[in-house]
């Protein structure tokens, strides 16, 4: 059976091609006449469930999807579900980055905590849901460090390590990440519902 990847994130699909090794999944850009779902949502979950669904139900597969963010502490939680747009430029890291940095620039060391959330989700075309939940804790710095990963990666260090998670190999982010930890968890549910799905 195969399962949609319901991203168009080439570093979230990296990642979850990686985490997922062993089931057979295929890309959005096998169903070009899906259309982008606006995230509406005010929830990680809401917003992986809206990409999920519209993706199931258009490709009549499984989908799964990730919802995914940055949550800074002195920000009250923000960028959060805006992560990916927190510039107003959907998906342009190096602005979103930026304009992250600048906003806490004030912000002393000892209150520069953060977590990384994640929601993952799995729709099938019958509209049954399930969902996983991850986190990974740590701190932001000042300046860009390490190329590996995406997205807001070069300026968090996870807590108990002094490396951001751009400088961390990708086996290691996936050990300990948000995505890892949430599609590890929808791995087993979804090895049962379609070994029991028709
Ligand atoms: P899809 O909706 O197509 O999956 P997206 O990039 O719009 O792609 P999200 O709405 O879930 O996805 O936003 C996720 C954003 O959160 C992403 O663009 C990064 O800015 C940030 N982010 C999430 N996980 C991250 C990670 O592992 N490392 C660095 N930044 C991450």
């Keep these: 059976m195969k399962i949609v990847l319901?991203?168009?994130n080439p570093g979230k699909i990296v990642e979850l091609r990686r985490i997922l090794d062993g089931m057979t999944v295929v890309g959005l850009d096998a169903y070009p006449q899906i259309e982008d779902v606006a995230e509406t949502g005010l929830t990680f979950a809401e917003n992986a469930l809206l990409k999920a669904h519209a993706v199931a139900q258009g490709s009549?597969?499984?989908a799964v999807a990730d919802d995914s963010g940055l949550c800074v502490d002195a920000l009250n939680g923000m960028p959060g579900i805006f992560s990916a747009r927190w510039s107003g430029r959907h998906g342009d890291d190096d602005a979103n980055l930026d304009l992250l940095l600048a906003q806490v620039s004030d912000v002393p060391d000892a209150h520069r905590q953060?977590?990384?959330a994640c929601t993952a989700a799995l729709a099938l075309p019958t509209g049954e849901e399930w969902t996983a939940e991850g986190a990974i804790h740590g701190s932001l710095i000042r300046a860009r460090r390490g190329t590996n990963g995406f997205g807001y990666d070069p300026i968090f260090v996870?807590?108990?390590d002094s490396r951001t998670t751009a400088e961390l190999d990708p086996d290691e982010k996936d050990a300990i990440s948000h995505r890892g930890k949430a599609f590890r968890a929808l791995?087993?549910?979804?090895?049962q519902v379609l070994v029991t799905s028709p």
């Design 158 to 160: 996870p807590d108990g």
């Design 187 to 191: 791995a087993e549910i979804i090895s």
């Design 114 to 116: 953060a977590h990384f």
């Design 60 to 62: 009549g597969l499984p």
């Design 6 to 8: 319901a991203t168009r």
